[in-house]
């Protein structure tokens, strides 16, 4: 693990996750018993990154930080893109569990943030969705095309954050952050942005002064 960027990650966070933006758009699946990667994205949204399939590994559920890692997107029209929802794999084991994920600029500084409470214990393949309203093609939440993101389990709540030996299906990544002496594995998320034509991507040249939380 490099200390020095977890280091800077824990000090941005803690500035900047009491400003999260909160989600309330959720679903689950069961996490499937043979390898792979779940259920087909809808039809609106366009997957930049994706590292969703088995097999599964996970440290046991705690409180705080369940981990970090790194992605490079397929997304090239600009160096920020908009966050239409976001899958991971793994979970609470409370009832209405609260985690963030921050979202990092390459160079580690901190960018966005969204905090969600998972409605059913357990570990799933959870979709949250950054839309007022699922399929509304409206998310207005940005993140680097290119960077990091870390999950946080709020105080008083347990969570994990699966991994897996398996590489990313679309997008690419380095097994050296966030995983300690566990560089074969990283951390099982997909990022979908707004697919080409929909509302959503209109105004795109304008996401570098994408409105950015300190």
Not at 107 to 132: K, R, Y
Not at 171 to 189: N, Y
């Amino acid at each position: 693990m490099k200390a020095s960027l977890l280091f800077a990650m824990v000090v941005a966070a803690a500035a900047g996750t009491a400003h999260a933006r909160v989600a309330t758009v959720v679903s689950w699946e069961p996490i499937p018993e043979a390898d792979g990667g779940g259920f087909v994205p809808r039809s609106n949204i366009s997957t930049v990154f994706s590292a969703i399939a088995g097999p599964y590994a996970a440290f046991p559920a705690a409180t705080g930080n369940a981990g970090f890692d790194d992605y490079v997107s397929t997304y090239t029209d600009s160096p920020y893109m908009l966050l239409n929802s976001f899958r991971f794999v793994g979970g609470v084991t409370t009832v209405n569990g609260g985690v963030t994920f921050n979202f990092y600029n390459a160079d580690a500084t901190f960018h966005d943030a969204f905090s969600v409470s998972l409605p059913s214990a357990g570990d799933f393949i959870w979709s949250i969705s950054l839309e007022s309203v699922a399929g509304a093609k409206d998310s207005d939440f940005g993140i680097p095309a290119a960077g990091y993101v870390e999950m946080i389990v709020d105080a008083g709540v347990t969570g994990r954050w699966f991994l897996s030996t398996s590489l990313p299906t679309i997008g690419t990544e380095s097994r050296a952050p966030g995983q300690g002496t566990l560089e074969t594995h990283s951390h099982r998320f997909e990022l979908n942005i707004p697919a080409p034509g929909s509302a959503a991507l209109l105004g795109l040249g304008g996401l570098v002064a994408l409105r950015r939380r300190r």
